[in-house]
C-alpha cells in the first residue's frame, strides 16, 4: 500500500506517497487548496502525546438506493487532460463532468463558487523545491553547481520567504511549510513544539541567506564580480525546472525564487515545462549531466496520513522507496544519519519516549542536509459539476485516492460515461514494479485495481475490501490501539517466529531461505499478523484478462520484493539493493499456513499506533506493488524482458543499460513484451519455479498466457488488473484514455457509497487582548461543526500552546470542557508572570474522532 505520490503536482513510496504533479512518492511518494473554517491540523500537543480514542463502530453509509450492479457505476470513464487555467470553463460549459486534480489559487477557488460547481477541500498537497546536489562541478559540462554546497542548500530556507509566497500565491490560504510532515495531519501537531524551533530559527532572513550563499560559494572557488557570481570567470547559471501545469500555481512561485536568486547574484535559466516534458530530467535524467538544478517539487499524501514516521528516509536518504533514481542516489550522507532514517522507518523503537527522540535526530538531519526547501501546504478545492457524485479523500481528493473509481456515479443513474479530465496523463512510463508514481497516473491505476485492504477517506484507518479479518499480536509494551471490529489485537509477552517462515531469499536456487537455517538459534519479532481471506476469494476475484486470482499471486508477490535487490537475480537492479537491505531489519518472516481458505501469518518488527494500520502497512500480501496490481504471468513475462537485457523496470536501470525503460500501457515496450509473452506461452514458463511451481501447474501457466494473449490482442497493452474498470483505450501522445466497466467484479457497487461529509471541527477563540503579567487569564474556545456545537463524546483533545513575543514555547496543557462546544483555557499566576511586555500567541488544537485532520487556531495577545 502507497502512501505517497507524485503531485500532479508530483512523486509516492511505499507505504508511500505519490508523485503529484509535482514531482515524485515519498515512496516516500503525491494538489488542493481548499479552505475551511478553521486551520485543519493535527491533535495532539504535547510532544509524543497522542489522544485516546474510543472503540467506533464501523463506517456507516448514508442510505442509497439498493442495487444488483456489481463494480463499478459507471459503464465508461473517458480521460483527458486540460490546463489549470482552463478547467472551470470547461466543467461550466457542460465539455467535462469531473477534475480529478484540485485547483488552488484564489481565483480559481472564486471561479468554482461563482460558476456553482460541487467541490471537495484537500488537504493532502505539499510544495517544495528540490535541489540537485551532484557536484561540485558537473561531469558533462564541468559547471559549478552551487547546490552542491550544504551551506548554500540551507542558506535557501533563509532566502525563500514563504510567508510571502502564501500571499501573494495562495492569497493566505496555504500554511507555510519547514518540513516534512503535513500541518493538516496528526504528527505535526504531535511534534508542534519541536517543528516551532525551526520555523523561528529558518524564517525568511536575507542577510542571513546571503551570508550563507557567499560561505558556501567561496568554499567551491566561486567568486563575487560586481554583484554577479562566477566561476572560472564564468557566470554561475541556475537551471530551475518550472511546471507550468497542474494547480497552476508553481510557475509564479519558481518565477519569484528566481527572482529572489538573481537579486543574491545567480544567473537563472527558467525552463518551464509540464510534468511530462520535466520529469525526463529530474527523475528519468542523469543527476551528474547538469540539466538541472533546481525543480518545482509537490507532492500529495494518496490517504489521511496518521503516522509518517518513514517520511524522513523516503525524502532524504538514499534508501529510499526512490532510490532508483540518481538524485536520490546522489543523497551523499552519513552512515549513523542513513541508520536513524532507517530506525526510524522501519520501527526500531518500543516506547513512545524512542520514537519521538528518533524524530527529533530526523529534524535535525533534515535540516542539516537540506536536499529539499520545504514552502507550503497547499489545501486545494477538486470541482465537478452538479448531477455527478464522487467521494474524495481529505488527503489526496479524487485521482490519488483509491476511493473515488467505487463511488463516482450520476446521481440517481447507473451507467453512463463520465468525462474526467486532469492536468495530465501517463507521464512516465508504468509498470508496477517501478513506474510511473504520479497522481495523474495513479488516477486510472486506482480505478484497475482492487485491494485488500482500503483507507476511510477522513480518517485514514484501513478497512477490508478483500481480507476478511485480521489478529493483530503485538509485544505487551508497544501502545497499539484499534478502532473497528475486522481486526483483533492481541499482546503476548514475546512473539517467537517458526522455524518454517520464510525469511529471506536465495536468488541462486530461487528458493525461500527459512527462519531455521538463517537464525538456527531462533528468531523473535514485535509483531505477528494473521490475514484471513474469504473462502471463495479464488472463485470470485479474477484478473481483467479472465484469468482467476491465485496463491501463486500472492507468493510471486513476495519474490519479487527480494529478487530486484538481490545480487545474483536474474532481474537485479542494483538501484533496489539499498531499500531492500534497509527493509530486512525489519521484516522477520512470511508463512502460509493455509491456501483454502488463505490464511497468511507476517512477522515483523514494523508496528503503527493503530492495530488496522498495523495490518495494512507492515508489508505487502495483495499482488499490489509500489507502483501498481501486477498478476504472476504478467510479471514472469515482464522478467523475461528485463533477464534478457531487452527492458527494465526502473529508470535507472533502463539508463544504464541503455534500454526502454519498461512500459506495459504504450511503446516500444509493447512489442518486445508480445515477443515474451509468446516465448512464455511456448514453455508454459512458471517463473522463479524451484517455488512458484510448488503452487502454479503447467496448465494454470498455459492457460493464464492464453488468457493474456487474447487480452493483448483486444486492448494492446499488459496492464491487468481485478479492479471494477479494465483500462480500454490509451493514446500516450494524445494523452487520452478510456477506462470501461468490469462486468466480472464481484462487489455490489453500493458498497462504498455514502461516506458523509468530512466532519472538520470549526475552532474560534475570545477573550482579553491584553493580560496583565502575573495575573490569571482566561479564553473561550468554541468548537462547531456547521454552526451546532461539536458533541463532547466526538472530541479527543482541545489542547493550547503558549508562545510569547520570542515565539518561544513558555506554556501547553488541556483546556477545560465547559459545555457542549465551549471548552475554557486558563492560564495560571505562574505562566502568566513567565511572560514578558509585548505580544504572544496561544494556539489551540482540536483533535476529533470523525476526521484525523486536526483544527489549529490562534488568538494574540498583548501582556504588561
Not at 106 to 133: H, K, S, W
Not at 162 to 182: C, H, M, W
Not at 811 to 820: L, Q
Request: charged share 20%.
Amino acid at each position: 500500500m502507497s502512501k505517497k505520490l507524485l503531485a500532479v503536482l508530483g512523486l509516492l513510496v511505499v507505504v508511500s506517497m505519490l508523485l503529484v504533479a509535482c514531482g515524485g512518492t515519498e515512496a516516500p511518494a503525491t494538489e488542493p487548496t481548499e479552505e475551511t473554517a478553521a486551520e485543519p491540523t493535527t491533535a495532539p500537543v504535547d510532544e509524543g502525546e497522542t489522544p485516546t480514542e474510543e472503540p467506533m463502530e464501523e463506517p456507516t453509509e448514508e442510505p442509497m438506493p439498493a442495487t444488483t450492479r456489481t463494480g463499478g457505476w459507471l459503464d465508461t470513464i473517458s480521460l483527458s487532460t486540460v490546463t489549470a487555467d482552463a478547467v472551470v470553463t470547461q466543467l461550466d460549459a457542460g465539455a467535462a463532468d469531473l477534475y480529478a486534480n484540485s485547483l488552488a489559487t484564489p481565483q480559481d477557488i472564486q471561479a468554482i463558487r461563482d460558476a456553482g460547481l460541487n467541490y471537495f477541500n484537500v488537504f493532502g498537497l505539499y510544495y517544495e523545491i528540490t535541489m540537485n546536489p551532484y557536484g561540485p562541478t558537473f561531469d558533462a559540462t564541468g559547471a559549478l553547481n552551487p547546490f552542491a554546497s550544504a551551506q548554500v542548500r540551507e542558506a535557501m530556507n533563509w532566502l525563500i520567504d514563504r510567508d510571502y509566497i502564501n500571499q501573494e500565491v495562495y492569497g493566505g490560504n496555504a500554511a507555510p511549510k519547514f518540513t516534512s510532515l503535513l500541518s493538516a495531519f496528526p504528527e505535526y501537531a504531535r511534534y508542534i513544539a519541536t517543528i516551532r524551533a525551526y520555523e523561528v530559527k529558518y524564517a525568511a532572513n536575507r542577510d542571513k541567506a546571503v551570508a550563507g550563499i557567499t560561505a558556501g560559494m567561496e568554499e567551491m572557488g566561486a567568486e563575487l564580480v560586481d554583484g554577479q557570481w562566477t566561476y572560472n570567470g564564468e557566470p554561475v547559471e541556475i537551471t530551475f525546472l518550472i511546471r507550468t501545469d497542474s494547480d497552476g500555481t508553481r510557475r509564479p512561485m519558481g518565477d519569484i525564487i528566481s527572482n529572489w536568486l538573481e537579486e543574491v547574484g545567480f544567473v537563472v535559466n527558467r525552463q518551464y515545462g509540464t510534468s511530462s516534458e520535466l520529469s525526463a530530467l529530474w527523475v528519468g535524467g542523469d543527476v551528474a549531466d547538469g540539466e538541472w538544478n533546481l525543480y518545482t517539487g509537490a507532492w500529495i499524501s494518496s490517504i489521511v496520513s496518521r503516522d509518517d514516521s518513514s517520511d524522513a528516509q523516503f525524502f532524504y536518504s538514499p534508501s529510499s522507496a526512490y532510490s532508483f533514481t540518481t538524485l536520490w542516489q546522489a543523497y551523499d550522507m552519513d552512515e549513523a544519519d542513513i541508520q536513524v532514517l532507517d530506525d526510524l522507518a522501519n520501527k526500531a523503537f518500543t516506547t513512545q519516549e524512542g520514537r519521538d527522540e528518533l524524530f527529533r535526530q530526523a529534524f535535525d538531519i533534515q535540516f542539516k542536509y537540506n536536499y529539499r526547501v520545504w514552502v507550503v501546504d497547499g489545501r486545494g478545492a477538486a470541482p465537478w459539476v452538479q448531477g455527478v457524485e464522487v467521494a474524495g479523500d481529505l488527503a489526496a481528493g479524487i485521482d490519488a485516492s483509491n476511493m473515488w473509481p467505487y463511488t463516482a456515479r450520476f446521481t440517481g443513474q447507473e451507467g453512463g460515461v463520465l468525462r474526467v479530465i486532469d492536468s495530465d496523463l501517463m507521464v512516465d512510463p508504468s509498470n508496477p514494479i517501478a513506474g510511473s508514481n504520479w497522481t495523474y497516473d495513479s488516477l486510472w491505476k486506482n480505478a484497475t485495481s482492487s485491494h485488500d485492504l482500503m483507507t476511510h477517506p477522513h480518517t485514514g484507518i484501513s478497512l477490508p475490501q478483500r481480507l476478511e479479518s485480521a489478529v493483530v499480536t503485538v509485544q505487551s509494551d508497544l501502545p497499539v490501539t484499534k478502532t473497528y471490529d475486522w481486526v483483533t489485537l492481541e499482546t503476548a509477552d514475546e512473539i517467537t517466529v517458526p522455524g518454517d517462515a520464510w525469511v529471506d531469499w536465495d536468488a541462486a536456487t530461487e528458493t525461500w531461505i527459512t527462519v531455521d537455517e538463517k537464525f538456527p538459534d531462533g528468531l523473535t519479532s514485535l509483531v505477528k499478523v494473521v490475514y484471513t481471506y474469504p473462502a471463495d476469494m479464488f472463485d470470485v476475484v479474477s484478473w481483467h484478462d479472465g484469468s482467476p486470482l491465485s496463491v501463486g499471486d500472492f507468493v510471486m508477490t513476495q519474490i519479487m520484493g527480494f529478487a530486484v535487490g538481490k545480487e545474483g537475480s536474474v532481474i537485479y537492479d542494483e538501484s533496489q539493493a539499498a531499500p531492500l537491505e534497509a527493509s530486512l531489519d525489519a521484516f522477520k518472516g512470511y508463512k502460509i499456513v493455509s491456501t483454502d481458505p488463505l490464511v497468511i501469518e507476517r512477522y515483523t518488527d514494523v508496528w503503527y499506533d493503530d492495530a488496522e494500520l498495523t495490518a495494512g502497512f507492515t508489508a505487502p500480501n495483495w499482488p499490489e506493488y509500489a507502483y501498481g496490481e501486477g498478476s504472476w504471468h504478467v510479471l514472469a513475462v515482464a522478467n523475461k524482458a528485463e533477464a534478457a537485457g531487452e527492458l527494465a523496470y526502473s529508470a535507472d536501470k533502463a539508463d544504464a543499460l541503455e534500454v526502454e525503460w519498461m512500459n506495459f500501457i504504450a511503446g516500444p515496450s509493447l512489442e518486445i513484451l508480445a515477443a515474451k509473452l509468446d516465448e512464455a506461452a511456448a514453455e508454459s514458463f512458471i517463473p522463479f519455479e524451484p517455488t512458484m511451481g510448488q503452487f502454479v501447474t503447467a496448465d494454470e501457466a498455459a492457460a493464464r498466457y492464453a488468457n493474456l494473449q487474447a487480452f493483448y490482442g483486444e486492448y494492446g497493452h499488459f496492464w491487468v488488473g481485478t479492479g471494477p474498470y479494465i483500462l480500454d483505450e490509451v493514446f500516450p501522445v494524445e494523452k487520452t484514455a478510456t477506462l470501461t466497466y468490469n462486468p466480472n467484479f464481484p462487489d455490489l457497487a453500493d458498497r462504498w457509497a455514502g461516506f458523509a461529509t468530512p466532519k472538520l471541527a470549526e475552532g474560534a477563540v475570545d477573550g482579553a487582548g491584553r493580560v496583565v503579567i502575573g495575573e490569571e487569564a482566561t479564553f473561550d474556545v468554541f468548537v462547531d461543526f456547521e454552526g451546532e456545537p461539536y458533541p463532547s463524546d466526538e472530541v479527543t483533545a482541545v489542547k493550547y500552546l503558549l508562545f510569547n513575543a520570542n515565539s518561544d514555547l513558555v506554556g501547553s496543557g488541556d483546556a477545560e470542557f465547559v459545555a457542549e462546544g465551549q471548552y475554557l483555557v486558563t492560564l495560571d499566576t505562574d505562566t502568566t508572570s513567565a511572560l514578558e511586555s509585548g505580544s504572544n500567541k496561544l494556539e489551540i488544537v482540536i483533535t476529533v474522532l470523525p476526521v484525523a485532520s486536526p483544527t489549529i487556531v490562534d488568538f494574540e495577545f498583548v501582556s504588561e
